[in-house]
């Protein structure tokens, strides 16, 4: 195997459930499907105290102002602030793109730092990067970075498109980048973690770890 494929994996997957059907029995598979395989988990913030209750020993990943990033800053930072003391260890938090499309970059970064100084753990930032020309989505990066945020995160999943290597080789300039958006299998996430990303996110995280280990297996053998 090569160098991406040599680093713990398991630990670089956030095994996701965010779609509008989720269910707490939904949650709590996940989170439990993530401790069984070394993942992180990603959930809804209704349900991070499910998914720590099921899971205690998982770090859990939520999100703030999703899917579109419209909520007002203060919103957000009170989102984001509950979800870490309901046991959150990582939150993702939408950018406002609007004021960023309006040359407002200024509000996109202060919109991020609201959230960024709301809370003490880390806090990756979704720029939505398959609805933005290459100068947009550099901007938006940007302004993340100025923001003190830890991560960039390529999509929602529920917009246009997902991650591609082109976006993540240019977010990766920026900061380290979670792809996420139509990651669905190993040779798609390797894909990833070679073009630079440090996660990736997906809702078929499972298959993703148990085809690396398969892979990872028969090359051992």
Do not use: N
Not at 86 to 103: H, I, K, Q, R
Not at 184 to 211: K, T
Request: hydrophobic content about 45%; overall charge negative.
């Amino acid at each position: 195997m090569d160098e991406t494929d040599s680093t713990d994996v398991p630990a670089r997957v956030e095994h996701t459930v965010l779609g509008p059907t989720t269910t707490a029995a939904d949650v709590r598979e996940v989170a439990r499907t993530a401790a069984d395989l070394g993942m992180r988990a990603c959930v809804p913030p209704r349900y991070v105290p499910t998914a720590v209750g099921a899971a205690p020993a998982v770090e859990t990943v939520t999100v703030v102002g999703f899917p579109h990033g419209h909520h007002q800053p203060a919103v957000k930072a009170s989102e984001a602030r509950r979800a870490v003391a309901d046991g959150a260890s990582e939150v993702d938090t939408v950018a406002a793109l609007g004021p960023l499309l309006a040359g407002e970059d200024g509000a996109t970064a202060a919109d991020i730092g609201v959230v960024v100084d709301a809370v003490d753990v880390p806090v990756k930032v979704i720029v939505e990067a398959p609805l933005l020309e290459e100068r947009q989505l550099r901007r938006v990066c940007a302004a993340a970075r100025d923001a003190g945020a830890a991560f960039l995160k390529t999509a929602t999943g529920f917009s246009e498109g997902g991650a591609t290597v082109a976006d993540v080789d240019v977010m990766s300039e920026y900061l380290p980048v979670k792809a996420s958006g139509g990651v669905d299998s190993w040779p798609a996430a390797r894909a990833m973690f070679e073009a630079g990303a440090e996660r990736v996110g997906a809702s078929s995280g499972d298959v993703i770890v148990r085809e690396y280990l398969d892979a990872a297996d028969t090359e051992g053998s």
